[in-house]
């Protein structure tokens, strides 16, 4: 391995509301795809008790230490 070390991004999405129980954001279902998380948000927005949704990124960043190739 050179001096450059290799990193890799994974990207997930979670989908939060509030609702009429509780009037802090929590975690409704995570994490996901894209796509996934965006099917879930547009669903939820036809839920009577949802006062308020939204999509959050989740970026984790793994880093490659030591890597042997033949």
């Known amino acids: ?14 989908v939060f509301w509030k609702h009429d129980e509780n009037e802090e954001w929590s975690l409704f279902a995570g994490w996901l795809p894209f796509s996934d998380a965006k099917g879930i948000y547009n669903k939820l927005a036809l839920n ?12 984790e960043t793994f880093e490659v230490y030591q890597e042997e190739q033949p």
Not at 1 to 14: C, E, L, T, V
């Open 48 to 59: 009577p008790s949802c006062k308020g949704r939204r999509i959050v990124e989740r970026v």
């Open 1 to 14: 391995m050179n001096n450059q070390q290799a990193m890799n991004d994974k990207i997930s999405y979670g």
